[in-house]
């Protein structure tokens, strides 16, 4: 289980890299119980040196708790340290899209205006993914055939906390 969770971990950070979504924290943080405290060791040495493992006290309060969220879910952050989308299971498993779609949008989205984090290099990479995901869309979307041809939007559904 570590070493599948630790791969995929690091095989989507190195794809988003090779995008250019760079400057990107990524942090696990190993469970309270006791079992996963003994596991500690192993989980720190199957992720790689770009992805902080952080080791709860067993004193202090528990980090999933205090983020009211579970052991399993992906907690996802915009540039300010806005919480943007919160994925529990079945949505935070990797072999699925929606962690890297989040990332994505969290990387790309201005909500605010104009920021100070923003730099002209992250607008072209931003534009760029955009351009990528519509060329997939426009790949699935049925083609009219006939005369009675329907256009159909596929949107994105996404939801802030």
């Not at 996802?76 to 929606?98: K, M, T």
Request: charged content about 25%.
């Amino acid at each position: 289980c570590f070493f599948t969770f630790s791969t995929r971990l690091e095989d989507l950070r190195v794809k988003l890299e090779n995008e250019g979504l760079v400057n990107i924290s990524y942090v696990v943080v190993n469970h309270q119980g006791t079992y996963s405290q003994r596991k500690f060791h192993l989980l720190k040495e199957n992720v790689s040196d770009y992805i902080t493992v952080y080791q709860q006290d067993e004193q202090q309060a528990d980090v999933w708790t205090t983020l009211n969220g579970n052991k399993d879910d992906f907690l996802i952050y915009d540039r300010c340290g806005r919480l943007v989308y919160h994925l529990g299971l079945p949505y935070s498993f990797l072999s699925f899209q929606y962690v890297e779609e989040s990332i994505k949008i969290a990387y790309c989205e201005n909500k605010c205006g104009n920021c100070s984090y923003m730099k002209p290099e992250i607008d072209g990479i931003c534009e760029n993914i955009t351009k990528k995901a519509d060329e997939k869309l426009a790949e699935i979307e049925p083609k009219p055939t006939g005369q009675h041809s329907h256009h159909h939007n596929l949107h994105r559904h996404r939801q802030h906390h």
